[in-house]
């Protein structure tokens, strides 16, 4: 049996929607990325939506349009994909990372008030694996220090907290649709916000710095800017699998709940802490085990493909060797996680016998352990 670690949604339905888009001839931004934006739109409830080709571009544009730039301090956890940071320094900014709990593997919320300074211009906390933050707690920061909340919510379509959909809670959050995630179009991201102005800076700097779309009137370029845009072809995927989030997302629920169940009081295996007021997406299903390479190696033989959880970036060469990042404490939160985390496997049709042979091998492997 050859478990894999993600499967993505890809139906007949989705083909046949890709085959629409490309008989169609428009192949660009178009009709089906406008369709994917509204169907963002409805479903987190939030005011302005815009896809983007990735979300650490998407990233990048939340910071360039809050105004970050060279002289300001933005701050990271240190437990995160490289994009979180390195979208800092890519606009010209100060990169400073805090530590994350241990359990929630969240940002730690005094290591990140204690970290505000006078050029602090944002925060950049991620909903990892789609564990919501406390974002009434971080609103008082905001609101406290005057900075700007910039969510990474790469993992986190479907999270929410106290009844909020996340996309609907920070100033700018931004998904990725990358494979991974469970609503995909290959490589993709998706910009949430309720700012008007922010939105339209967004919408012209994604398309080359356009001021009007509308070819009747003329097009104009006001400022300079780039493409960041999403094609007809990708946004075909998402479109389809967004008719489903509902369920795919109660289904990744039930899942994870099942995992917890069936590891439930093991001695040797603690699961991520969910955040209070907090619904998971379980974007991904993530355990802390001691000799954690030994056991991804061992599992990887048995043809279950588990992974590791993300990186502890101050223990890279690009954070720790960087004179334009301020690394902040000992980071012993963000290390445990580093060294623990384990991912399951967990897609939309995963069965409960694969998950009880998952478990099977895991506990038996575990067992061997010292
Ligand atoms: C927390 C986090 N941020 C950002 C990214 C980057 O997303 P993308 O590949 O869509 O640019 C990822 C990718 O997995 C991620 O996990």
Not at 76 to 103: C, F, H, K, M, N
Not at 136 to 142: D, N, S
Not at 209 to 234: P, V
Not at 250 to 271: E, G, T, V
């Amino acid at each position: 049996m050859r478990i894999p670690l993600i499967k993505p949604y890809i139906t007949e339905e989705v083909k046949e929607k890709v085959s629409e888009v490309l008989d169609s001839g428009y192949l660009t931004e178009g009709a089906a990325t406008k369709e994917l934006e509204n169907s963002f739109k409805d479903y987190i409830g939030c005011e302005y939506t815009l896809a983007a080709c990735n979300c650490t571009v998407g990233l990048e544009m939340a910071l360039r349009t809050i105004g970050v730039g060279p002289g300001d301090e933005v701050i990271v956890p240190d437990y995160t994909y490289p994009a979180t940071a390195s979208v800092v320094e890519i606009v010209g900014a100060r990169i400073v990372l805090v530590d994350v709990d241990p359990q929630t593997m969240l940002i730690d919320y005094e290591v990140l008030e204690s970290a505000i300074t006078e050029k602090t211009k944002a925060v950049m906390p991620v909903s990892i694996f789609g564990n919501p933050l406390d974002y009434e707690r971080l609103t008082r920061i905001k609101e406290k220090y005057n900075i700007f909340i910039v969510e990474d919510a790469a993992c986190s379509i479907g999270a929410e907290f106290k009844g909020i959909k996340v996309g609907n809670l920070a100033d700018i959050s931004v998904f990725s649709l990358h494979p991974r995630k469970f609503i995909t179009t290959g490589e993709g991201g998706m910009i949430t916000t309720n700012n008007a102005e922010w939105a339209a800076w967004m919408d012209s700097y994604k398309h080359f710095g356009m001021a009007s779309r509308d070819s009747r009137a003329g097009i104009q370029f006001n400022q300079i800017g780039t493409n960041y845009k999403l094609s007809n072809i990708q946004a075909a995927v998402g479109l389809v699998q967004m008719k489903y989030v509902e369920e795919l997302l109660s289904q990744r629920q039930l899942l994870a709940n099942n995992y917890m169940q069936l590891l439930d009081n093991h001695p040797r295996i603690k699961f991520q802490k969910l955040s209070t007021f907090g619904v998971h997406s379980y974007q991904s299903f993530c355990i802390f085990v001691k000799n954690r390479d030994k056991i991804m190696i061992d599992m990887r033989e048995k043809g279950i493909e588990v992974q590791i959880g993300t990186y502890s970036l101050h223990m890279h060469k690009a954070y720790n060797k960087n004179t334009n990042c301020t690394i902040t404490g000992k980071m012993e939160g963000s290390k445990y996680a580093f060294e623990h985390c384990l991912a399951l496997p967990l897609y939309h049709d995963l069965s409960t016998d694969e998950q009880e042979y998952i478990v099977e091998k895991l506990t038996e492997i575990i067992s061997q352990e010292d």
